[in-house]
């Protein structure tokens, strides 16, 4: 008969009080690559938070400056967000484009988009 002597002790496993941790391959690689998988997630929230306060201060040190003419911001550089520009022209009223459910200020409502045709 196979009796099993409960006294014995556990020929692998850790001993914690009465109960023996016996983890088997299965469970141990998945939890091993769901922590992989968490960790990397943090990190990619970590680069993304400092992507975006990059982002801020950029906005806020550009909207500092004082309102640049559009043809000289194409002549200097290839970056050209984020920069206050002054310009003369008319807005085409004819092609608005309205955006459904946007909030601002904790209120719903569209977001109008309107083209704008400069002088020159």
Do not use: C
């Not at 004082?66 to 022209?89: A, Q």
């Amino acid at each position: 008969m196979n009796e099993r002597n409960q006294d014995a002790p556990a020929t692998r496993g850790v001993r914690i009080g009465q109960f023996v941790f016996a983890p088997r391959w299965i469970p141990t690689l998945a939890t091993v690559l769901m922590a992989t998988l968490l960790f990397n997630l943090g990190l990619w929230q970590l680069d993304r938070a400092h992507t975006k306060e990059y982002m801020e201060e950029r906005l806020r040190l550009r909207s500092q400056e004082t309102p640049h003419d559009l043809h000289s911001l194409l002549r200097e550089g290839d970056d050209l967000s984020d920069f206050p520009v002054r310009l003369r022209g008319h807005f085409l009223n004819e092609f608005n484009f309205l955006l459904d459910n946007r909030t601002h200020r904790q209120q719903p409502g569209y977001e109008v988009i309107t083209p704008f045709v400069t002088d020159d």
